[in-house]
Antibody
Framework: QVQLQQSGPGLVKPSQTLSLTCAIS??????????WNWIRQSPSGGLEWLGR?????????VYAASVRSRATINPDTSKNQFSLQLNSVTPEDTAVYYC?????????WGQGILVTVSS | QSVLTQPPSASGTPGQRVTISCSGS????????VNWYQQLPGTAPKLLIS???QRPSGVPDRFSGSRSGTSASLAISGLQSDDEADYHC???????????FGGGTKLTVL
C-alpha cells in the first residue's frame, strides 16, 4: 500500500522560498510506472496542479505554466522522496499543498500542509 | 479561474439521486479520461471515479461517472449524510501538458 508523508514549514515570509518534501513508502520514486505530483488548494477551494517528476530511463520534470519560472521539483532516490521548491513567494501562494502519485490518475495523496505566506 | 467548469454547489435529501456536471474542452475532457475526487471536510482529496466511469476498490456502486463529448458528470444515488463533501473533476490537458481541475462542487445533504 503506497503512502505519502509530507513535511515542511507552515509559514514562509514573502519573497522567500517555500520548500516541501513528500516521503514515499510502498513504492519507489524511481519507479518506471509512477509519476510524482504537487498540487495546491487555495483558500477559495479550487485545486491547482503545479507539476510532476517521473523516471522513464531518465528523469523528467514538467511544470504548470503558472509556476514554471519559480518552481523546482526534485527526486531524492537516497531517501525515496521528492520535493517542491517555490521561489519568490507572495501571499497569493498561501494554500494547502499536496503531493500525489500518478500517472493516469492521482490515486494516492499526502495529508496536505497549509503554507501561509506572511511577514 | 478553473479550466474545467463545475457548479459551485449541489444539494439533495437522503435517498435522492444527484448529479454534478463538469464542462471542459477538446484539449482535456474531449480527448482524455475524466477522474472525480471526493474531499471530505479537512481531508485530502480521494479518488472516487477514474477513467470516466471506473470505481476504485472500496467505492460504493452508488457513485457513477460518465463522459460525453467535452462534458462529464458524476451521479450519486441513494444519497447519504456522509456524502456531504466537495467533489472535484479533473482531466489531463494536452495543450497545457498538465492536469486541470474544476473549481469543485460542494454537496449538501439536506
Amino acid at each position: 500500500q503506497v503512502q505519502l508523508q509530507q513535511s515542511g514549514p507552515g509559514l514562509v515570509k514573502p519573497s522567500q522560498t517555500l520548500s516541501l518534501t513528500c516521503a514515499i513508502s510502498g513504492d519507489s520514486v524511481s519507479s518506471n510506472s509512477a509519476a510524482w505530483n504537487w498540487i495546491r488548494q487555495s483558500p477559495s477551494g479550487g485545486l491547482e496542479w503545479l507539476g510532476r517528476t517521473y523516471h522513464r530511463s531518465k528523469w523528467y520534470r514538467v511544470y504548470a505554466a503558472s509556476v514554471r519560472s519559480r518552481a523546482t521539483i526534485n527526486p531524492d532516490t537516497s531517501k525515496n522522496q521528492f520535493s517542491l521548491q517555490l521561489n519568490s513567494v507572495t501571499p497569493e501562494d498561501t494554500a494547502v499543498y499536496y503531493c500525489a502519485r500518478g500517472p493516469a490518475q492521482l490515486a494516492v495523496w499526502g495529508q496536505g500542509i497549509l503554507v501561509t505566506v506572511s511577514s | 479561474q478553473s479550466v474545467l467548469t463545475q457548479p459551485p454547489s449541489a444539494s439533495g435529501t437522503p435517498g435522492q439521486r444527484v448529479t454534478i456536471s463538469c464542462s471542459g474542452s477538446s484539449s482535456n475532457i474531449g480527448s482524455n479520461n475524466v477522474n472525480w475526487y471526493q474531499q471530505l471536510p479537512g481531508t485530502a482529496p480521494k479518488l472516487l471515479i477514474s477513467d470516466n466511469d471506473q470505481r476504485p476498490s472500496g467505492v460504493p456502486d452508488r457513485f457513477s461517472g460518465s463522459r460525453s463529448g467535452t462534458s462529464a458528470s458524476l451521479a450519486i444515488s441513494g444519497l447519504q449524510s456522509d456524502d456531504e463533501a466537495d467533489y472535484h473533476c479533473s482531466a489531463w490537458d494536452g495543450s497545457l501538458n498538465g492536469w486541470v481541475f474544476g473549481g469543485g462542487t460542494k454537496l449538501t445533504v439536506l
